[in-house]
């Protein structure tokens, strides 16, 4: 029961372009959504979130898009560079009003190389 | 400001045996959550602890448990270990807000275990 899926496992893109990865979810409980970045032998690091009351969050050469009738999230990086390359995961939860920190369901992380 | 600790990086065990895995959290966080990754895979959520009790926990069986210390650091005890119990442990930690769903959580390196 896979509850977040990232259909593409690769994605090749040029320095300078657009990348673009997808996320699609099933939970419709889930109402905070992230990305995490992983290079090889280190642990994710959190690049961008956004709750489920927003459409849109933009930090930098980052953008998070949610489309919550679709269950579907996407993280545009413009433009790409070489140290983007790396395995990119979105990961889901929902809130527990008792303001505990809620467990993250990961998908299975799509693989970015950006050429130079 | 230090990040999240994890020791050791790579640990090699016996079918059998069992081994005991440490994280450090964050300084300012109070809560520490575990996860495994599977090679190819995204995380899963084993549990989470905070004010030194397991608060919530994913489909792991009673051979995974845990434990948090007053300064909030925490192990990952894994008894009977199996072949498939191979992975890199990830520990993350965030910060208890209460009311609020936000849920960064900020991952540690990870400890590579293999079971031979």
């Known amino acids: 029961d896979q509850q977040v899926k990232q259909n593409s496992p690769s994605l090749s893109v040029q320095e300078g372009r657009i990348s673009i990865l997808n996320c699609d979810y099933t939970?419709?409980?889930?109402?905070?959504f992230l990305w995490y970045k992983k290079y090889p032998a280190e642990g994710p690091t959190f690049l961008i979130s956004i709750s489920s009351i927003k459409d849109k969050n933009e930090d930098g050469r980052f953008t998070v898009f949610l489309n919550k009738s679709a269950k579907h999230l996407s993280l545009h990086i413009v433009p790409s560079q070489p140290g983007d390359s790396a395995v990119y995961f979105c990961?889901?939860?929902?809130?527990?009003?008792?303001?505990?920190?809620?467990?993250?369901?990961f998908g299975t992380g799509t693989l970015l190389a950006v050429q130079p | 400001d230090a990040g999240v600790t994890q020791s050791p990086t790579h640990l090699i065990k016996t079918r059998g045996q069992q081994v005991t895995l440490r994280c450090s959290p964050k300084?300012?966080?109070?809560?520490v959550s575990w996860y495994q990754q599977a090679l190819g895979q995204g995380p899963q959520f084993i549990f989470q602890?905070?004010?030194?009790?397991?608060?919530q926990r994913g489909n792991f069986p009673d051979r995974f448990s845990g434990h948090q210390f007053p300064n909030y650091s925490s192990e990952l005890n894994v008894n009977a270990l199996l072949l498939g119990d191979s992975a890199l442990y990830l520990c993350a930690s965030s910060f208890y807000a209460l009311g609020q769903g936000g849920n960064e959580q900020y991952f540690g390196p990870g400890t590579r275990l293999t079971v031979t």
């Open positions: 300084s300012g966080h109070d809560t």
């Open positions: 602890y905070y004010e030194e009790e397991e608060r």
């Open positions: 990961a889901a939860s929902a809130t527990s009003y008792g303001g505990a920190t809620n467990k993250l369901i």
């Open positions: 939970n419709s409980m889930f109402d905070y």
